[in-house]
């Protein structure tokens, strides 16, 4: 988009304070967002809008959070399906359900891997996500001969 939908006018970079509400605790934070010089409208790229969800359910994980409401958001930042995440961390879909709807703890482990998956997200890697798929399809190792790697 180059130009305003409402009246043409042209957009300019800017960055709008956005905030929301997860596991009782209020998130803030600046969005690369643009204005339209003409009527002040704002639009936000839905890249940008993901990457600040990414970046509140960073917080949630790094602070411990472990309520189901924290527990959805963080997978729903993720952009990933109940049933996904189920499989990748090998538990019935309807525990994740239920965790998500507060009806059973959040398993410790679960958080910290939909954590991991989050920072990874947000810094461009894929390393959990590589290890939980890895579990899905496990390869005998016994016998094996392996090289690894100095570092
Ligand atoms: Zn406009």
Redesign the pocket.
């Known amino acids: 988009m180059k130009q305003?939908v409402?009246?043409n006018?042209a957009l300019s970079a800017t960055e709008v304070r956005e905030e929301v509400r997860v596991a009782g605790a209020t998130f803030a934070g600046l969005v690369r967002a643009r204005r339209?010089d003409?009527?002040g409208?704002v639009y936000i790229a839905a890249e940008d809008a993901m990457r600040f969800d990414l970046r509140v359910a960073r917080e949630l994980g790094i602070r411990g959070a472990a309520t189901g409401e924290a527990f959805k958001f963080m997978r729903k930042a993720l952009a990933m399906r109940a049933a996904d995440l189920a499989g990748l961390l090998g538990v019935a879909a309807e525990t994740v359900s239920r965790w998500e709807r507060g009806e059973r703890s959040v398993d410790r482990a679960a958080l910290t891997v939909v954590g991991a998956l989050v920072v990874d997200k947000l810094e461009g890697r894929a390393t959990t996500m590589k290890l939980l798929k890895a579990q899905q399809a496990p390869q005998a190792v016994e016998g094996l001969q392996l090289a690894v790697g100095q570092k």
Do not use: D, T, Y
Request: aromatic share 0%; glycine share 24%; hydrophobic share 0%.
């Open positions: 305003c409402k009246c006018g339209c003409g009527c409208e």
